[in-house]
């Protein structure tokens, strides 16, 4: 049974770091090119950051230079690093591979404020 647990979210300031992290149990994840979601109160999910077979990432706009998707299969594991962080950063945060085609995880929730 393919499962995705997200962890790692909680509150920071304004300027802060934070590592979240997403464990892939059921099926290795070797065979994925994964990515980061959120989704903020009252908006739609958004791709924030995703990483392919060969190492390249692609981040949104307004997280690009701040934050970084990594990957350790031997761990089964994808982190997203976030630093210099903003308000509206806050957000419900998921991982999944970028077809989507996993059972979403319950997510980890990521608020900034001061």
């Known amino acids: 049974q393919v499962q995705l647990v997200e962890s790692g979210g909680g509150l920071v300031q304004p300027g802060g770091t934070l590592t979240l992290s997403c464990r892939l149990s059921?099926?290795?994840?070797?065979?994925?090119?994964m990515a980061w979601y959120r989704q903020a109160p009252g908006k739609q999910r958004e791709l924030v950051a995703s990483l392919t077979f060969g190492g390249a990432s692609n981040y949104l706009a307004s997280v690009k230079d701040r934050f970084i998707i990594r990957r350790d299969d031997a761990e089964n594991t994808v982190y997203l690093h976030m630093g210099n962080m903003k308000s509206e950063d806050t957000a419900v945060y998921y991982c999944n591979n970028v077809w989507n085609s996993f059972p979403w995880g319950q997510g980890t929730q990521v608020s900034v404020s001061s």
């Open positions: 059921g099926t290795p994840l070797s065979g994925f090119p």
